[in-house]
Nanobody, 127 residues
Framework: QVQLVESGGGLMQAGGSLRLSCAAS????????MGWFRQAPGKEREFVAA????????DALDSVKGRFTISRDNAKNTVYLQMNSLKPEDTAVYYC????????????????????WGQGTQVTVSS
């Protein structure tokens, strides 16, 4: 069982930056590939970024590439999402998710592939 707790959301003007953190419980954090998703009102939850269990492989939604960076610190059981050059369309509830992965180099983009989810943190970007 893995419990995930997100933090770092808030209200930011367009062009600003935020860093989201996701702290995971348990002693096997490095066995899980991690992902960030977001859900805006009236829309489906969508993939934002993912990172392999070792941190060597990352993937991101095209619209956030060059602006958002996912990283992880396995010693701290934490995954991060650094968000720069924020836009109003980035407004959403952001969720982190974990999936047990036997393979070091895999990343996962689909909601249904993940086993555990955090409660979400609100990010609001004003124009």
């Amino acid at each position: 069982q893995v419990q995930l707790v997100e933090s770092g959301g808030g209200l930011m003007q367009a062009g600003g930056s935020l860093r989201l953190s996701c702290a995971a419980s348990g002693r096997t954090f490095s066995s899980y590939a991690m992902g960030w998703f977001r859900q805006a009102p009236g829309k489906e939850r969508e993939f934002v970024a993912a990172i392999s269990r070792s941190g060597s492989i990352t993937d991101a939604l095209d619209s956030v590439k060059g602006r958002f960076t996912i990283s992880r610190d396995n010693a701290k059981n934490t995954v991060y999402l650094q968000m720069n050059s924020l836009k109003p369309e980035d407004t959403a509830v952001y969720y982190c998710a974990a999936v047990f992965s036997l393979t070091y180099g895999l990343v996962y983009r689909k909601v249904g592939q993940y086993d555990y989810w955090g409660q979400g943190t609100q990010v609001t970007v004003s124009s």
